[in-house]
Structure formats: C-alpha cells, structure tokens
C-alpha cells in the first residue's frame, strides 16, 4: 500500500507559478510511474502530468504543456509539478497517483484507469 499526500496549492494571480509536492510512502515508490490529474467544479477529472519510474520520460497535456513540468526525486519519494504562467482556468483541485505496474523505464501512462493510488488532493486556485 502506498500513501500519497499533496502540498503546495494555494491562492495565486494569474501569470504567477506554483510547486506542487506528493510524498509517497512506501519502499516501491521508485518502481512506480507517477501521475497528476485535476478536476475542476462540474468537470471529470482530467489528466495533466506523468513521468516514468526512472524520471527519464514524462509527457505533459496539450493544456499544460510549455507551462508546467513534472519531476521526481526517487531518493525523496517525491514527484513535484511545476506551474508557471497560471491561468485562471487551471483552478481546480489536483491530485498526485501512482501506478504499480512497473513495466520498462520509460513507461507512463495518460489514462486515470491505470492508476491505483491517490492523494487527498490539493486546491489551486487562480485569480484573473
């Protein structure tokens, strides 16, 4: 069983940045690829970041891309999301998970289906 519990949301302008954290617990942290989501009031949940277990592939959603970047430190446990130039319809709750599968380092996947844990969430949201 893994635990994930996010930091790092807050209140902010548009066109400011924040870091979101997801500590995992666990000694199979670094076996699992790790994802964000985020799901906005009246909307399903949506994907926004991935990385591999190595941290060597990640891939960035269309809306987020050029903006935000995922990163994890294995030595850590700890997957962060960088979020630069905000905008206000990136307000939402966002949610780090992990998937078990393992698989080839280079391994990620975009679809909410694949993952097994998740974090509380954590609440961003941008004023315009």
């Known amino acids: 069983q893994v635990q994930l519990v996010e930091s790092g949301g807050g209140l902010v302008q548009a066109g400011g940045s924040l870091r979101l954290s997801c500590a995992a617990s666990?000694?199979?942290?670094?076996?699992?690829?790790m994802g964000w989501f985020r799901q906005a009031p009246g909307k399903e949940r949506e994907f926004v970041a991935a990385?591999?277990?190595?941290?060597?592939?990640?891939y960035i959603a269309d809306s987020a891309k050029g903006r935000f970047t995922i990163s994890r430190d294995n030595a850590k446990n700890t997957v962060y999301l960088q979020m630069n130039s905000l905008k206000p319809e990136d307000t939402a709750v966002y949610y780090c998970?992990?998937?078990?599968?393992?698989?080839?380092?280079?391994?990620?996947?975009?679809?909410?289906?694949?993952?097994?844990?998740w974090g509380q969430g954590t609440q961003v949201t941008v004023s315009s």
């Open positions: 998970a992990a998937d078990r599968r393992g698989g080839p380092s280079s391994y990620y996947s975009t679809h909410l289906q694949d993952y097994d844990y």
């Open positions: 666990g000694r199979t942290f670094s076996s699992y690829c």
């Open positions: 990385i591999s277990w190595s941290g060597g592939t990640y």
